[in-house]
């Protein structure tokens, strides 16, 4: 079993994060050190009176650093839920409802056991019950904003503070593929536009462009009377709506 | 009776403006609806018409001779308005025409437009003169302000010295002058013209003068940064090399730039005035060190006699800016620099001198022809030294030994290579047939039949342009483009640009906390209207470079609105 989530560890860790060398090495080391935390942490279970959650967090907590879960943990409690990160929003989710914030890719102790407590989550059953509501269509407006900035924003690499644009792409379909909040033509058309830009200014997507496009899609469902000269939307959008409109006149 | 009196009054009008038109000059025209309104005018007090009549009378009798013939009365060929502009002697005539139409003030807007779409015409064709190179840069500015004088005198005379007409002339001005920055770095050219040659001679008087004349087309320009680029480099290159006709005329002009501008504007340029006067007290006392040296018995170890240098030391900050490494210097002349840099850095303990061989002259003296000698003294550039110095050893070098030799950057090689192998100063001679060089393998060789009248002879360099005929590199083109005067925006002057708008956005949202989209757009616009006037789109991706630094971030609940991160 160790094994196998070895091997998905290394091709989900590489889908979220564009080049995952770090992580793949040390899940080889992973192997045996998975073994002895779990043993430790049985051991120490039964001494002390915890919180909500500490087994679950150790039990996938970064061997490397005991006060981080980081993505192969993460992906391991993937595994153990039966779903697949790759298409399945809800882990992201779930994430964010659990106070992921401080670091990018990793979720830190002291969350975990905030976000256990708030949600009365102390086993893995627990977090089965958990994932029904955590379809993004439960969440009211302003949560779902503030979801789809958090999609973002854990995401990123270590101290970087943008996106790869092909990320971007994946994330807004994962994230926005049901088309509740952004029309499926203005989603493919947006990534269509963003992938095929040349020149290297869309290359990476920085967190204003990705928020903004949300609010655009809401603000504005029609493209005819985009006002450029009056824009406040990032110049990214503007050009989106040029190259629309470009598009439009030569039908 | 009123209503058939008015309807026969308009009729009759109606007809005998038609065809008084078909058949005369727009200038006839004009005196004939004058006399009309008059006779109309007498009869209806003659009549004793009631005051209520007068005025629809007088209505009628405007729309149907003035406002229904307004745009004809414009076009007419060769009496119209439109065409009266463009003849000079034409003034009393056009201000009849002006007189008739400002009893229907919205007609003047006829004339007006004629107005601005002659000085338009009239401008784009001076610049089209520019670019076919049927004229230089300062013919450019003269014109321009022969135009200026001329529609001066138009809105004076013909428009009776009105507002609306002069808020149009100077638009109209702005509108083609601005169409690129060929007018910034034309005026620039103009300028280092007056501060090399122009002005010599002239009197205080005169130099401010002509000085405020080449104000008063600067002030037309929107894109003000550009000009002091392209004049900063020019009068860089008169002080290195001591071209200016008088240093009262290069204070007065920055004087005058100041006064229009501000001192921001010129802070830099009065650091390079400086920047001369401590090198010349430099020079002074390193002058003296040496000799003392001599005195104390110092002398150079080797026989030969030790070169003389003469250094300008620059500010860093104030001079526009030549980042190319320094060439392989002849030992002689690497020894000297040597020992002034020790001497200057002993003074200055903490600074660091970068060298520019890109921007040095020198003299050096050359034998030609065989018993009795020819000698001549030739005044080259720093890189031509450096070239010749080679022929000390061999008769023939290609052009890939000579840049390997002395490391000369290669646009720059081949420009002062080619000037020392011209018609006029074969000082080499090129193997290849033809202006351009060939290849790396081409040859050039010591010329000793090379005579001159002078015993010390200048040698000028050709352009950039000539240098490379054919090749399209994008050096050659950004260099010869800027001697020509180029449609872009410098790279540096682009720069500054970028760290001038974000500092204003930081300096407006410091000092409101919350600012509106348009609104911050309008205040930084404001504030940088002296130097230059940015595009919103540009703006605004400063505004977003800024927001991806924190230093601002959108509000909340209304994306349009900023807010200032402390």
């Known amino acids: 079993r160790t094994t196998s989530s070895s091997t998905t560890t290394t091709t989900t860790t590489q889908m979220w994060s564009g080049s995952s060398r770090k992580s793949r090495s040390s899940s080889s080391s992973h192997h045996h050190h998975h073994h002895h935390a779990s043993s430790s942490s049985g051991n120490s279970s039964s001494s002390v009176k915890e919180s909500f959650g500490v087994k679950l967090f150790d039990k996938y907590a970064d061997p490397d650093d005991a006060t981080n879960i980081n993505m192969e943990g993460i992906v391991n409690l993937c595994t153990e839920l039966d779903i697949d990160p790759l298409t399945d929003i809800r882990i992201l989710v779930f994430l964010w409802k659990m106070g992921s914030k401080e670091k990018p890719q990793q979720i830190s102790k002291e969350e975990w056991l905030a976000g256990c407590t708030k949600h009365k989550v102390d086993t893995i059953d627990h977090v089965r019950k958990m994932l029904p509501s955590l379809d993004t269509g439960f969440l009211i407006h302003s949560e779902f904003k503030d979801f789809f900035k958090f999609c973002f924003q854990f995401n990123r690499e270590g101290t970087h503070k943008t996106l790869d644009r092909e990320l971007v792409v994946e994330l807004l379909r994962l994230v926005c593929g049901t088309g509740s909040y952004i029309a499926k033509e203005r989603l493919d058309t947006y990534c269509d536009f963003l992938l095929s830009h040349k020149g290297t200014e869309y290359v990476r997507i920085t967190l204003d462009q990705w928020t903004s496009f949300l609010d655009f899609c809401e603000e504005v469902p029609n493209l005819e009377y985009y006002d450029e000269t009056t824009s406040a939307w990032p110049v990214l959008i503007d050009e989106y709506v040029e190259h629309m409109q470009s598009l439009q006149q030569k039908k | 009776f009123e209503s058939l009196f008015l309807g026969t009054t308009q009729e009759f009008y109606r007809l005998e403006s038609l065809s008084y038109l078909s058949q005369n000059t727009a200038t006839a025209y004009v005196e004939k609806a004058q006399v009309r309104i008059e006779e109309e005018k007498d009869r209806a007090k003659a009549l004793g018409l009631a005051s209520t009549t007068e005025e629809p009378l007088k209505s009628i009798v405007e729309t149907e001779l003035i ?464 130097r230059f006037v940015p595009s919103p789109q540009f703006i605004k991706k400063r505004i977003e470079s800024l927001i991806e630094r924190e230093y601002l971030e959108r509000a909340k609940d209304d994306r349009r609105l900023y807010n200032y991160m402390a």
């Open chain 2, 67 to 530: 406002e229904r013939h307004a745009r004809a009365l414009v076009d007419m060929e060769h009496s119209g308005f439109a065409s009266l502009l463009t003849d000079e002697t034409k003034l009393q005539e056009m201000r009849c025409m002006f007189d008739l139409f400002a009893r229907v003030p919205s007609s003047v807007d006829n004339l007006r437009d004629a107005l601005a779409e002659r000085i338009k015409a009239d401008g784009r064709g001076l610049i089209s003169d520019q670019e076919r190179g049927s004229s230089d840069p300062p013919a450019f500015v003269r014109g321009v302000l022969k135009m200026r004088s001329r529609y001066n005198d138009v809105v004076a005379v013909a428009f009776r010295g009105e507002k609306r007409a002069q808020k149009r002339m100077r638009e109209s001005f702005e509108d083609f002058l601005n169409a690129d920055t060929r007018a910034a770095s034309c005026l620039a050219v103009y300028v280092d013209e007056l501060l090399r040659n122009g002005l010599r001679g002239c009197s205080e008087q005169e130099v401010n003068e002509r000085l405020e004349k080449v104000i008063l087309v600067f002030r037309y320009l929107s894109d003000k940064d550009v000009f002091e680029a392209f004049y900063k480099q020019h009068l860089a290159k008169r002080l290195l090399g001591n071209r200016s006709v008088s240093e009262e005329a290069e204070r007065a002009m920055v004087s005058q730039l100041k006064a229009e501008c501000g001192y921001q504007f010129t802070s830099k340029l009065e650091g390079m005035f400086n920047d001369m006067r401590i090198s010349r007290d430099m020079r002074d006392s390193y002058k003296a060190h040496k000799r003392s040296e001599q005195d104390e018995g110092e002398a150079d170890s080797s026989r030969v006699k030790p070169i003389d240098i003469e250094v300008d030391v620059l500010t860093n900050g104030y001079w526009p800016s030549q980042n190319v490494p320094p060439c392989t210097l002849p030992i002689p002349v690497q020894g000297a620099i040597n020992k002034f840099s020790t001497f200057y850095l002993e003074k200055h303990t903490g600074r660091k001198l970068s060298w520019q061989s890109s921007a040095g002259s020198a003299e050096i003296r050359a034998t030609f022809g065989s018993s009795p000698f020819r000698r001549h003294d030739l005044c080259v550039s720093t890189y031509q030294m450096c070239i010749l110095v080679l022929f000390n050893d061999r008769n023939t070098m290609t052009l890939g030994q000579i840049r390997s030799a002395t490391q000369i950057p290669d646009m720059e090689l081949r420009r002062h290579l080619i000037s020392l192998c011209t018609p006029k100063h074969k000082i080499l001679k090129k193997g290849s047939k033809g202006k351009a060089i060939a290849s790396d393998e081409d040859t050039f060789t010591y010329n000793p039949d090379y005579t001159s009248k002078f015993k010390r002879v200048r040698i000028p360099l050709v352009s950039l342009k000539e240098t490379n005929p054919h090749k399209t590199s994008t050096a050659a083109a950004e260099a010869s483009a800027e001697s020509a005067g180029s449609s872009a925006v410098p790279a540096s002057v682009e720069e500054d640009r970028r760290h001038l708008v974000e500092a204003s956005i930081v300096r407006v949202m410091k000092a409101r906390k919350a600012l509106h989209h348009n609104d911050l757009i309008a205040e930084v616009s404001k504030q940088l209207s002296v």
